[in-house]
DNA sequence: TCAAAAGTGTTTGCAATACACCCATGC
DNA sequence: GCATGGGTGTATTGCAAACACTTTTGA
């Protein structure tokens, strides 16, 4: 199968693993990338969608489909990679524990996991692609509770706030964070518990996808709009 | 000079005249769409970026460059048109009464500035591009006080009001609308006023452009987040 | 019994909302 | 003088923010 010439599709893939945000890269060596660290990309076929090709991409090297993607930007200046090529770049949300990076990705040396302050060196624009997606995750995050792509099934309520805490940088209050995220009714709690932890136990939850649903076109509160404004 | 195979772009063009928001579609005859109504489009060429593409395209029809334009999406399905080719879309904000639209314009029969509630059938899957566009410009609007791009150097605050009226098609209180937008100190008073209004004349302001991009970045208060977390 | 994190309520202040009347002008 | 939209202020209320102690468990 033939492939467009002058696409591709770049993928910003964040996991959230050890207390610790993380991005996905991948040691390069084609005909743009030699032996650098770069985020997983790769060609559009010819009968396949944008966003179609973004996740076989992902699946291909992770071995899972089906994951939350978002396109970015288009990154499509003259002179960004040596032959002229427009790329799409995309985020996607993954929960690391479960997709477990494949070994032997053709093209890619070796893959691993960055914590978000000590990302390499990238390879061509990439960098510039990254911070764009964080910028854009860091937005998503802010309107929309997405953060259960991130977890694990069941998860406590001080791993949600980690992961915020994370993505932002900053400290919330957990006595606050506890209101709204119960206040908005999008966990259940389940009967479980955490194990082997030499403290207080707490318990665990799993989120509400049902409500999320509902919820999910809800948008935020602004100064111009009355807050009960939600059509978008 | 060559163009790029497989890519377009696409502008949804915004206007705000008479009091009513408006879209700017051509009526193309061309190698994809057959006498019909579309958004302006074409291809991007070689040594030009996607995003200048989207501006030489505009200004080839408007005669104007150096416009606010915004990427909303790319539409990149198999089958969207007849051969295989990802379109990047656009949106842009102009003032109609500037941006005077050219006449024979190579491969456009006609254009013509449609009222959002009278927007014909268009060609291909625009409408899904218009739509997009719009709910783009919505957000847009929500986070970010972009409104000058489409009025007139000096306007008025009823002015202003209508347009947020328009695009969300609410009403607003006008006590609390001006409240918030003085209060947000973006606008400048000029000691010009309306003429030849049979009421109490309004005065004009224009936009403080400085204060405007001081406040760019700042965000909108948030569910999770502290409403000073501003680091976007 | 100590360490460590889980879990829990209240007060305060600000900002969004709702609401109604007087003002300036043209005709 | 009247019709028309411009322009203004206040009271209420709900929610975000700040803040500290008790509970439960493992070691």
Redesign the pocket.
Known sequence: MNILKHISVDCAIFGFEGGELKLLLIKRDDEYIHNEWALPGGNIREDEGVNEAAQRILAEMSGVGDVYMDQVYVFGDPGRVKDRIVTVAFYALVNPAIYKLKPNIPGALEARWFELDKIPDVALDHKEIIETSLRKLKRRFKFEPVGYELLPEKF????L?NLYEKIYGIEL????F???I??ARLLIETDG????????????YKFDRERYNAYKRKGI?????????NDF
Chains 1, 2 share one sequence.
Do not use: C, F
């Not at 406590?156 to 791993?159: E, G, I, K, S, V």
């Open positions: 406590t309520l001080r791993d706030q209050d957990n006595r606050n506890r209101k709204k119960l206040g518990q955490q194990k082997n932890v030499s403290h207080r136990p707490a318990k665990l509160n602004m100064d111009i709009l009355p807050a009960w404004y």
